[in-house]
C-alpha cells in the first residue's frame, strides 16, 4: 500500500530524519516509538502530504485514501457535529453531485460520473451514514451530546473525539494518528482500540499508551534518535521493548569481550615491541658477532609480529559502545510535618456560577492513600480536582484541607507555567534554593547545562511535565494531584515516574485512561463520576471490563 524510500529531512542544520525507509501493506498496523523530539511526527506529515521531505520518496497505491489526525485537533465554526461530519468525509457532497447528475444520465459522460459518485457514497455507507455516526459517537461516549449540538458549544475534548469520528468515518485505507490516545478517556480508548483491530485500514500510531499498543500493533518502526533512521522490528510493543532490553544487553557484553580481547592483543604487540627495541639495541662484545646478528634477527621477528597484531586490532569490525544515559530518577519524597494531613469532602457541589455543576460528593482520602477517578470526558472529574485544590470555590458544602498537607498539584501548575521565565529563574523562585542546587536538581530530572537558561516556553509538554516534578521534589509535597500525568512523557520518564509513584509515601489523587499505569500506582480506592454523582466502585478493573463489553455490542451494530 505505501513505501517509504531513503526519506532525508533536514531543518537547517539540523538532520530530523537521515535514511528513513519502510513499507506497510493494507490492514497493517504498526506504531511509531522513538523518544520525543526525534521526529515522529516529521515521518507521518510526509506521508499525509503536509511536508515535502528533502530526499526520498513515498509511494502510495492508486486511489489511497488518507486520514491524518495530528496531536492540535482542535475544531472551530458554527457546524452542528452532524454538518460537519457529513462535510469531512465527503457524504455531503456526494449527495449534492448525485441529485444534481441524476437527471442528466442520458449523457454517457454524465452517467460514467454518476456511476463513480455512486460507488464512492456506497463505499461509505451513505445510506446508513446517520446510523454511524450515532454509533461512532456513542463508541466516544458522545451519545448524550447529540448530533445537532454546535461545535462551538463543545469542550477540547470533545473536539477532539468528533474529530477522530470524522477520520474513521471516511472510510480511510490508511490513517495516521499523533497521539490520538492524549485526550481520550478510558472507555473512548477501548472503542478506538476495538475500532482499528476490526478495520481493514493500515495505520501508523504515535502513542505512550502501552496497553494500547500491545492490543492494536502488530509491528514497530523505532526512529533512532541517535542515527535518525528506522529501526523495524514484528511483534507486539511488550515484544520490542523486552528485545531492546536484550539487545542493549548483548551489545554490552559484546563491547566488553572486544575491549578485553584488544587489551590482550595490545598487551602481545607491546611485548613484542619491547622484545625488538632490546634485540635491536643488544651490542654485546666484538667475539660475539654470530650471537648479535642472532638476536637483531629475532628482534625484527618480534617486530613483523607487532605489526600483524596491530593490523589485527585495526582489521576488527568495532563493536560500538552502547549509548547510555544515566537512569532518569525522579526523587520524591513526602515530607510530614506537624499538623493533620487528611482531605475529606461532605456533601460538596463543585462547578462554576450559572453553569456546570457536580455533586453533592462525599468522600475521605487519608494521608498515604491513593485515590483514583473515573469518569468519560466533560463529566467534571478535573472540575473536581480543581475544587479540593482550591482553584475553585466550592459551591457548597465543606471541603476539610489538613494543615500539614503541602500539593503539588500537576494540572494547575501546567495551566500556570510562567513560559518567559527560565527554568533556573522558576526553580529558584518557587522552590527558594541557590543557583548551584537548582542547577544540580534540573540535572537529575534530565535537563542539559545548555537548557536551564532557556525560557520554559521552548519545552515540549513532556519537559514542561518534568519541570514541574523537579519542582515537587524540591518542595517535597506530601500530596499529589495527577491529572491525565502520563499525556506526553516519553517512555523513560514515563517509567521514572511509575516508579516514584510505587515508592511514594504521601497521598495520591489521580484521574487517568493510562491502564499500565493505573495498574502502577495500587490503588486503594477507586471512585466513578457520572452525571453528577461521584460512586465507589470495586476497582478500576471493574470500570474497564464494562467499557470493554460495550465497545464489542457497539462494533456489532456498525
Known amino acids: 500500500m505505501i513505501q517509504a524510500k531513503h ?72 457546524e452542528t457535529i452532524s454538518e460537519y461530519l457529513r462535510r469531512i468525509t465527503g457524504v455531503d457532497a456526494l449527495e449534492q453531485k448525485l441529485e444534481t447528475l441524476a437527471s442528466q444520465l442520458e449523457d454517457k459522460a454524465k452517467s460514467d460520473e454518476y456511476g463513480e459518485a455512486h460507488h464512492q457514497y456506497e463505499r461509505l455507507d451513505g445510506y446508513a451514514f446517520e446510523h454511524h455516526i450515532k454509533v461512532m459517537l456513542a ?27 470524522g477520520i474513521l468515518l471516511k472510510g480511510v485505507d490508511l490513517l495516521l494518528l499523533d497521539e490520538p490516545t492524549n485526550n481520550l478517556d478510558l472507555p473512548a480508548l477501548i472503542w478506538l482500540e476495538d475500532f482499528l483491530r476490526k478495520s481493514d485500514a493500515a495505520c501508523i500510531v504515535i502513542s505512550h499508551d502501552r496497553r494500547f499498543l500491545d492490543r492494536v500493533v502488530r509491528k514497530i518502526l523505532e526512529l533512532d534518535r541517535h542515527t535518525r533512521v528506522l529501526n523495524i522490528s ?24 572486544q575491549r578485553e580481547e584488544i587489551e590482550r592483543l595490545s598487551d602481545q604487540a607491546r611485548q613484542q615491541r619491547a622484545a625488538s627495541a632490546k634485540g635491536s639495541n643488544w651490542q654485546g662484545s666484538d667475539n660475539d658477532k654470530f650471537l648479535r646478528g642472532f638476536k637483531r634477527d ?76 473515573m469518569g468519560l470526558n466533560g463529566t467534571g472529574k478535573s472540575t473536581l480536582l480543581k475544587t479540593i485544590t482550591g482553584q475553585l470555590v466550592a459551591r457548597g458544602g465543606t471541603i476539610e484541607i489538613g494543615s500539614g498537607v503541602k500539593i503539588g498539584n500537576m494540572m494547575q501548575e501546567h495551566e500556570s507555567l510562567p513560559r518567559d521565565r527560565t527554568l533556573l529563574e522558576f526553580l529558584k523562585e518557587r522552590a527558594g534554593f541557590r543557583e548551584q542546587d537548582s542547577y544540580a536538581k534540573l540535572a537529575r530530572f534530565g535537563f542539559e547545562e545548555s537548557q536551564v537558561k ?53 497521598t495520591i489523587l489521580l484521574v487517568s485512561h493510562d491502564r499500565y499505569f493505573l495498574e502502577k500506582a495500587r490503588l486503594d480506592s477507586t471512585y466513578t463520576l457520572s452525571e453528577g454523582v461521584l460512586t465507589r466502585i470495586p476497582d478500576y478493573k471493574t470500570y474497564v471490563a464494562q467499557a470493554e463489553e460495550r465497545a464489542s455490542q457497539l462494533l456489532k451494530s456498525l
Open 7 to 78: 526519506i532525508q529531512k533536514n531543518y537547517g542544520s539540523l538532520t530530523v530524519l537521515a535514511d528513513v525507509s519502510f513499507s506497510l501493506a493494507k490492514g497493517q498496523k504498526v506504531a511509531l516509538v522513538g523518544d520525543n523530539g526525534t521526529g515522529k511526527t516529521t515521518i507521518l506529515k510526509i506521508v499525509a502530504g503536509l511536508v515535502e521531505p528533502d530526499a526520498g520518496e513515498i509511494e502510495l497505491a492508486k486511489n489511497t485514501c488518507i486520514g491524518y489526525l495530528p496531536q492540535d485537533t482542535s475544531l472551530s465554526g458554527d
Open 139 to 165: 463508541g466516544f461516549g458522545l451519545e448524550n451530546v447529540g448530533i445537532d449540538h454546535r461545535l462551538s458549544d463543545l469542550s477540547s475534548g470533545q473536539k477532539s473525539k468528533v474529530a477522530l469520528a
Open 234 to 257: 514484528g511483534g507486539t510493543y511488550s515484544d520490542y521493548l523486552a528485545m531492546v532490553a536484550k539487545r542493549i544487553a548483548r551489545q554490552k557484553e559484546e563491547y566488553r569481550l
Open 298 to 373: 629475532r628482534a625484527g621477528g618480534s617486530g613483523r609480529k607487532a605489526k600483524v597484531i596491530e593490523k589485527r586490532i585495526d582489521q576488527m569490525e568495532k563493536v560500538e559502545k552502547p549509548i547510555e544515559r544515566d537512569p532518569f530518577e525522579i526523587p520524591l519524597k513526602a515530607e510530614v510535618g506537624p499538623g493533620t494531613l487528611d482531605i475529606r469532602l461532605v456533601d460538596v457541589v463543585a462547578g462554576y456560577p450559572e453553569g456546570f455543576t457536580i455533586g453533592p460528593m462525599s468522600f475521605e482520602a487519608r494521608y498515604g492513600s491513593r485515590v483514583g477517578i
Open 454 to 506: 532557556q525560557p520554559i516556553g521552548t519545552l515540549s509538554p513532556g519537559g514542561r511535565a518534568r519541570l514541574l516534578l523537579a519542582l515537587f521534589s524540591a518542595q517535597s509535597v506530601n500530596v499529589l494531584v495527577l491529572d491525565e500525568p502520563t499525556n506526553h512523557l516519553d517512555l523513560e520518564a514515563l517509567e521514572a515516574l511509575e516508579e516514584t509513584i510505587e515508592a511514594y509515601r504521601g
